[in-house]
């Protein structure tokens, strides 16, 4: 008897383990291709334990944001391997291509008990895997190649093969409404586990407590509607924190010494649950000093790191995105596709990648097409945007993830049917008109395609959302953030709560205040509202508040250094840390106040710029905590007068130092300048009112000719700049875009010369690797050049559109 309850508890355990893990271990893949994403999640998860850190500002929401990041960009590594809880996901984060949905369908085919031709699997495990990734990507459960697996899960929920079918079973067959036996199995299975519950310390009891007790509320949560869950979610809520709730942000249960000690996975589980029971897990669940919050334990273990298995990796995705998703207003379960509209972000994303894909594949076929005309090419690119409007504007309208997964695969399907038509040039397509809650979009007309920048060929990318063509609403354009950046107030700053600046809006006023007590914000995009003022929309970094402010350089500045400082003094009461690691971890000393450093350089780490020390070491390069007193001096770069394949360059405006020098600096192939004048972030750039004066090879003289061109920059859907430019004559669209950038102050990098000039980025927005087709596209007047930028001769009045494809 002994021996067969060791082997069922057994069992139990060895199923936990496999519950999420029929993908395997998460692949390894190269780091620099995951370079962003790493830096902005190492620097969220090292030593977050309130407001502060190492004295910068920060904000646990900003932690669990690159966390997710750092999960879906381990998860998209696996590749084939990708299985059902993955795409979920790929899906909840908004990144889910198509090629990973049929990696994920073609797992669950193989891996799901029923459907790959087996019985009922240990206690529904991968029931409920399967289905949850099923309905992730828009597949029906009741019918997966002629099987209904909804209806099998009922049988086994009529007859439950143990405690965890029970939770297995009840969570499976509440992702959706699948027919009225379904809705009974639903019903049965939770009286069933609301009269588990112990009335004494309002858990579940089981091997593990903490698993059980977090699989329950997660299913129940799921059923809010069902007769007695309310009270019994709220019973278990009370008593996790009161029995299992540890001082360190973890679950633990303290009367089981085989299987009660904290672990990852249950910290993970129950933060997922208690999220979805409407807890707020980002703050410590007992008001003590002492105590950390659920959500900060997840991100303390780094669980979503390269080299964690599969499962942990899966599973800190998911109960972050839980996390975030109740955080911002979601109620219950992100699982139960039909009560919530959790899934519609990314289905939004998934057709916006289709449109790109489309346009992509248009523009290629064409250009070994003879037949295609100019002008066929745009009207089919112009009906790819017509499609994509119509179809964004149901996603938004739709009120279920499921209408939203309809709506998308309907969307994908009209857009996939778009030919460029080999006739005469088609009547361009008329713009569509969509009334969607009382409120009239209209679609303005796309720009014709671009042309890549480079002269090389490359594929298809798989990935995410890229500028298209914007909605406008009563005729005026929705602008988007451009970019993100961090700066502080130098300035009386008011907060509003809406673009509308008036007395009723004001929420915050932050006075002027010392360097070191500025406050930071994070900019999260820039427009002009409607009484004529660029603004832009905030959040305080300290706070987490959001809200509109007046932009510009008269109020803000980059709160971080990016020039080429080589000398720097400690101005932090406090001091500063000296660390081995850029992400300011593996402290090797402390340096106070008014300590003078020397620096190596400045290396960019996301929003957070660091400084690395003459000595390896590395320290912030928050100008709130450090002032530069040196800066290196060098002279202005020039584009090489010999064409060449293996030139570099980059020309970029950098933000003031407020340190009250003033310095041009230059590498090989860069350029950079800096002013006393505060800025605007030239990550969110305006047209200067007095640009500085920077050298430019094609700047015509007083006595060259010169021709006029007009450029427009447009990254994310909104336009980082556009204006006007005069050069000399004969200039290439690249000398043009040169000069241009200059003006306007924007960070322009690229390789090669002439006909092999390749844009490599521009104010952050880079290119990626050969073959993907991100980077930078031009047009000119609506056309799609045969050549690079390097070798397309202007002419006086032509019109560049660059465009950024991500």
Request: aromatic letters at 6%; glycine letters at 8%.
């Amino acid at each position: 008897m002994k021996r067969k309850k060791f082997l069922y508890w057994f069992s139990i355990v060895l199923g936990i383990f496999l519950i999420f893990s029929s993908g395997g271990n998460s692949s390894r893949a190269d780091a620099a291709s995951r370079a962003d994403v790493a830096s902005a999640y190492n620097y969220g998860l090292t030593k977050a334990k309130g407001p502060k850190i190492n004295s910068e500002v920060y904000t646990v929401s900003d932690a669990v944001d690159s966390a997710i990041s750092a999960g879906l960009a381990e998860i998209a590594q696996k590749g084939p391997k990708i299985d059902a809880w993955d795409a979920t996901c790929l899906v909840f984060g908004d990144r889910i291509t198509d090629s990973q949905a049929q990696y994920a369908y073609e797992s669950i085919l193989k891996n799901n008990d029923f459907l790959s031709g087996g019985s009922q699997g240990l206690n529904g495990i991968s029931d409920v895997s399967a289905v949850n990734g099923l309905v992730a990507i828009g597949k029906d459960p009741t019918n997966v190649n002629g099987k209904n697996l909804v209806a099998n899960i009922v049988k086994d929920a009529n007859n439950p093969a143990s405690n965890y079918s029970i939770v297995n079973d009840l969570e499976a067959l509440s992702t959706g409404s699948y027919g009225q036996a379904s809705e009974t199995a639903r019903t049965s299975l939770t009286k069933k586990l609301i009269g588990m519950q112990d009335q004494k310390t309002g858990l579940w009891n089981g091997f593990d407590k903490v698993d059980y007790t977090a699989r329950a509320i997660l299913a129940l949560s799921m059923n809010t509607n069902q007769p007695g869950v309310a009270e019994a979610l709220n019973t278990a809520v009370k008593a996790v924190i009161n029995h299992f709730y540890q001082k360190n942000g973890g679950f633990a249960d303290s009367s089981n010494t085989m299987y009660g000690a904290e672990n990852a996975y249950n910290d993970v589980i129950m933060t997922n649950a208690l999220a979805s029971a409407g807890v707020n897990v980002y703050v410590p669940l007992k008001e003590k000093t002492d105590y950390i919050a659920p959500v900060q334990r997840v991100l303390d273990q780094h669980l979503v790191s390269a080299g964690n298995h599969a499962m942990l990796i899966q599973q800190a995705t998911l109960a972050l995105e839980q996390a975030r998703f109740t955080r911002n207003g979601g109620k219950g379960s992100i699982f139960a596709f039909n009560q919530t509209d959790a899934a519609k972000p990314g289905e939004i994303v998934n057709i916006k990648d289709a449109a790109i894909a489309k346009k992509r594949s248009i523009i290629r076929s064409s250009i070994s097409d003879p037949q295609a005309t100019a002008a066929a090419v745009n009207d089919a690119i112009n009906l790819v945007d017509k499609i994509l409007v119509t179809y964004l504007s149901k996603l938004r309208a739709d009120s279920t993830s499921s209408a939203a997964i309809a709506d998308r695969a309907a969307g994908v399907k009209e857009l996939n049917n778009v030919t460029v038509s080999h006739a005469a040039p088609a009547t361009p397509v008329t713009p569509p008109t969509v009334t969607n809650n009382n409120v009239t979009v209209v679609n303005n007309p796309a720009s014709s395609s671009s042309a890549s920048s480079s002269s090389s060929a490359t594929s298809t990318s798989s990935s995410s959302s890229v500028p298209i063509s914007t909605p406008t609403v009563s005729g005026k354009p929705v602008k988007k953030a451009s970019h993100r950046s961090i700066v502080y107030a130098l300035t009386t700053v008011k907060l509003y709560r809406s673009s509308n600046f008036t007395k009723s809006n004001l929420t915050k006023t932050y006075k002027k205040r010392a360097r070191i007590n500025r406050p930071m914000f994070l900019v999260i995009s820039q427009q002009t509202n409607k009484q004529g003022h660029a603004i832009y929309r905030v959040k305080d970094m300290n706070s987490g508040k959001t809200g509109y402010t007046l932009s510009g350089s008269k109020y803000f500045a980059h709160a971080y250094y990016s020039a080429k400082v080589t000398r720097i003094k400690v101005i932090n009461p406090k001091g500063i840390n000296e660390y081995g690691k850029v992400n300011l971890t593996s402290k090797k000393r402390h340096v106070k106040k008014n300590a003078s450093l020397s620096v190596r350089k400045v290396v960019n780490y996301g929003l957070y710029n660091r400084m690395q020390l003459t000595n390896g070491r590395y320290i912030t390069a928050n100008k709130k905590l450090i002032l530069a007193t040196k800066i290196k001096k060098s002279s202005q770069n020039t584009r090489p007068s010999t064409p060449t394949a293996t030139t570099t360059g980059t020309s970029t405006s950098t933000p003031p130092t407020n340190s009250g020098s003033t310095a041009t600096t230059a590498t090989t192939g860069t350029t950079t300048t800096t002013n006393n004048s505060p800025s605007a972030t030239p990550t969110l750039p305006v047209a200067l009112t007095n640009p500085v004066a920077l050298t430019n090879p094609v700047t015509p003289s007083n006595d060259a000719k010169t021709i006029t061109t007009t450029i427009s920059i447009h990254a994310d859907g909104a336009t980082i700049a556009s204006g006007s430019i005069k050069v000399s004559s004969g200039a290439s669209a690249f000398d043009a875009l040169q000069a241009f950038a200059q003006q306007q102050g924007l960070a322009l990098t690229y390789k090669g010369s002439a006909a092999t000039t390749y844009v490599t980025g521009i104010n952050g927005y880079n290119a990626g690797p050969a073959g993907t087709m991100t980077g930078w596209l031009y047009s000119v007047n609506g056309t799609v050049p045969g050549s690079s930028m390097g070798a397309y001769t202007l002419k006086d009045g032509d019109s560049i559109s660059m465009t950024y494809n991500k």
